[in-house]
C-alpha cells in the first residue's frame, strides 16, 4: 500500500489488519513512516520506503516481498498522492509550472500504472487479484479550487481504473477507484480555513470523513465479498455530492 505514511494510510492498515492481511507500508518519508509502522505488530506489518514515481520501484517492492519469505501480493493499493501548492494556495491554471504538473500526473496517476505493470503478472497467476486506486471528488465533478494539476491526475484514476478492469477481470482480478470527499487528514488540515469551512457547509453529514472510514471501504474493495465489483468508483463524501 503506498501514502502509508499518511493518516489515511493509517486507517487503511488497521482496516486490512481486521481481514487478517499482511501489509507492505510504502512510502517516500523513510522517518514518517517507520514510526507509522511500530504502531503495528511487525509479524503483520512491514515497511520500505519507495518513490513509487521510480520505474523500478515496483520491481523493489516485489523483491522486498519475497525477501520475508510471504507469498506474492494479491492486493494493491494506490492511496498516495500529491497537489502542488504555493503558500498554502493551489496553483492554478495560469500559475501551475509544467514541472509541477509533470510531478502531479506521475505521482498521482503514472505511478498507479507502474505499480500495476508490477504486481499484476503475480495476480494472474494466481488467477485472484484485487486493485484499489485512490481518486477524489475532484476528479468526479467541480470541487472550485482543487488545481487543474491534481484535477486531471484523480479523472485520469478514474480511467485507470475502468481499463485495468476490463483487461483483467477474466483473470480473477478487480480494480476500484475510491473518491473521497472532505476528509481529516494532514493535506486537508493545510487548506485555507475558508476553503475547508466551504467544503464542509457542502457535507451533509456536518463532518469530516475519517481515516477509518476509508480504510474499511478499501478493505472491502479488496475482499473475496467484493469479487462482483470492478471498474467501479465507490464516492465517500457525506453527500457532498451524489453521482
Not at 520505474?55 to 517492492?61: L, T
Not at 501551475?96 to 495476480?123: C, G, K, Q, Y
Not at 479488496?222 to 465517500?236: H, N, R
Request: hydrophobic share 40%; net charge neutral.
Amino acid at each position: 500500500m503506498t501514502g502509508a505514511a499518511g493518516t489515511i494510510g493509517g486507517g487503511i492498515v488497521e482496516q486490512l489488519l481486521r481481514h487478517s492481511r499482511r501489509i507492505v507500508m510504502v512510502d517516500i518519508d523513510g522517518g514518517r513512516l517507520n514510526e507509522a509502522a511500530e504502531r503495528f505488530p511487525r509479524d503483520k506489518v512491514t515497511a520500505i520506503d519507495c518513490d513509487i514515481g521510480d520505474e523500478s520501484s515496483g520491481a523493489r517492492i516485489r523483491e522486498f516481498i519475497a525477501s520475508l519469505g510471504w507469498r506474492p501480493a494479491e492486493i494493491l493499493i494506490n492511496n498516495a498522492g500529491i497537489s502542488p501548492r504555493r503558500n498554502g494556495q493551489v496553483a492554478g491554471a495560469l500559475e501551475v509550472s509544467l514541472e509541477e504538473w509533470n510531478h502531479t500526473i506521475h505521482v498521482n496517476l503514472t505511478a498507479m500504472l507502474l505499480l500495476a505493470r508490477a504486481f499484476i503478472p503475480d495476480m494472474k497467476a494466481s488467477g485472484w487479484g484485487r486493485i484499489v486506486n485512490f481518486s477524489s471528488r475532484a476528479g468526479r465533478t467541480n470541487v472550485g479550487t482543487s488545481g487543474p494539476a491534481y484535477v486531471t491526475s484523480k479523472a485520469g484514476v478514474l480511467g485507470l481504473t475502468r481499463s485495468l478492469a476490463c483487461d483483467f477481470a477474466s483473470y480473477g482480478i478487480t480494480c476500484n477507484a475510491i473518491a473521497p470527499g472532505l476528509v481529516d487528514s494532514a493535506m486537508t488540515r493545510a487548506l485555507p480555513p475558508e476553503r475547508f469551512k466551504m467544503l464542509l457547509d457542502g457535507t451533509l453529514v456536518g463532518r469530516p470523513g475519517t481515516a477509518t472510514e476509508l480504510g474499511a471501504t478499501a478493505a472491502f474493495l479488496a475482499s473475496e465479498e467484493a469479487g462482483f465489483i470492478t471498474g467501479a468508483c465507490v464516492d465517500v463524501n457525506g453527500g457532498r455530492s451524489m453521482l
